[in-house]
């Protein structure tokens, strides 16, 4: 039988621990998110409101298909910088009129909805997904342009966003710009550029330069809507493909303009009726008790074949090499029908069986045209004269080599730890995961905070005999102690995320619908692996 067991005690001490230790930043997490929902806060929700207009995700929410979910992207994007949490920017993935889309939508409370470089960086994520998995694009447009006190940081690569409107256009990927305000300046190229373009009676003000600076630069007397109103771009330039009379209207417009895209997937989706056992079945086990599987220490190891159990179809798993290279679980499974290849940590280490059971295993998933699912608990690649002799770094090469060059899309979650060149060999952010989210448990660095300040002391300490002075003990004590504390502030999953290091930090119950939406965007792409293209193999 291949249905996986699961021993996991739920009504033991160390699984409340965990549970609770889980909630904890869970809820930590949770007052983030809230803080990102508040937009710019209540003055500016309320003067927003005032003028007749719907906030950011309420124009997502009655753009997407009635009863069906949107996966938010980047919602920390901007955490712990002096930007507003969220970035001024809604991301995401949702369906309309049946179709698998990447909307953005700018935050008119924050700074009038002007781009930061965070807000730079989201989108450019946003953009970057829908051209990996083509994915249309709908832009729901409401921005004064660049903020310019951080214009230095974002000029040059703001380049980016308009690069990429014509990159997805000509790659047939259909782009549509809803504008019901502001598209100023460098703004204006977002419906310039777009393949679609709406405009909201009254409200939409497209033009490369307002009058104050039209005044400025030719000594021209203008108003805003004989320079970029709806009426003028939809009766005069030609910009505007469809004229809305109100906000409504034109969400309603956008939903037919997508509607008539002729749009199909590259890849069907399952069909449960193929399986009468149930192609589609849930998980055995509660993925409520997903909240206890990872420690609150991260030293703790855990199975991971216990969250596998939790997340695939009928907890079913094929797992191969079970009893080589223990420390790093792979196999095959489905998940909600979509057939996947999944490598999950066991013991933190990867040494060299692991690393090369790994590649044989990314190998096959390509010549199968199967995505790959990466589970991260991993400290690295293990160290020490045995296993240097032993080969660890051809070896751990070898299974970078295999993640570079797959070309089946990649899915990647962070559980635990994903340190040191073990989060490049599970794919990390370098490697272009299509999708990768963290749990709130989850810790990512160069290597963990006391082996981090335990090399800086060793090094200083030696540096000090080679000079032949004396070692300030005290110093080094305080030394440690403030490099440890910098880098688990810098490892925690919300630093990481609102560094878009990451996609999102999601509940751990919710992984399979998460991985599931994902398995569906990225199949409107083709998968088809890599045939005989990877790099030299030191064996």
Known sequence: MTVLSSSLDVAGPDYAAARAAMLERLDAVGAEH??????????????????????????????????????????LAGWGSDYTVGASIVTGVGVVEGVECVITANDPTVRGGASNPWTLKKALRANEIAFANRLPVISLVESGGADLPSQKEIFIPGGGLFRDLTRLSAAGVPTVAVVFGNSTAGGAYVPGMSDHVIMVKEQAKVFLGGPPLVKMATGEESDDESLGGAEMHAGVSGLADHFAV???????????????????????????????????????????????????????????????????????????????????????????GYPVGILANAQGVLFSEESQKAAQFIQLANQRDVPLVFLHNTTGYMVGREYEQGGIIKHGAMMINAVANSRVPHLSVFMGASYGAGHYGMCGRAFDPRFLFAWPSAKSAVMGPQQLAGVLSIVARQSAVARGRPYDDEADAALREMVERQIEAESLAMFLSGRL????????????????????????????GVRGGFGVFRM
């Open 34 to 75: 809230a803080r990102a929902l508040a937009g710019g806060g209540d003055k500016y929700v309320t003067r927003h409101r005032a003028r007749g207009k719907l906030l950011a995700r309420e124009r997502v929410e009655l753009l997407l298909d009635p009863d069906t979910p949107f996966l938010e992207l980047s919602p």
């Open 501 to 528: 290091y990451d996609d999102g930090v999601i509940d751990p119950r919710d992984t399979r619908t998460v991985l599931g939406m994902c398995l569906s965007a990225i199949h409107s792409a083709p998968v088809e």
């Open 246 to 336: 109100d906000e409504l209207d034109a969400l309603r417009l956008a939903r037919r303009v997508v509607g008539r895209l002729n749009w199909r997937k590259a890849t069907p989706d399952p069909d449960p009726d193929l399986d009468p056992a149930g192609f589609v079945s849930p998980p055995l086990y509660d993925e409520d008790e997903l909240l206890g599987v990872v420690p609150g220490d991260l030293k703790v190891p855990f199975d991971p074949r216990e969250v596998i159990a939790r997340v695939v179809d009928g907890s079913d798993f094929d797992e191969v090499k079970a009893r080589y290279g223990r420390s790093l679980v792979v196999g095959w499974a489905r998940l909600h």
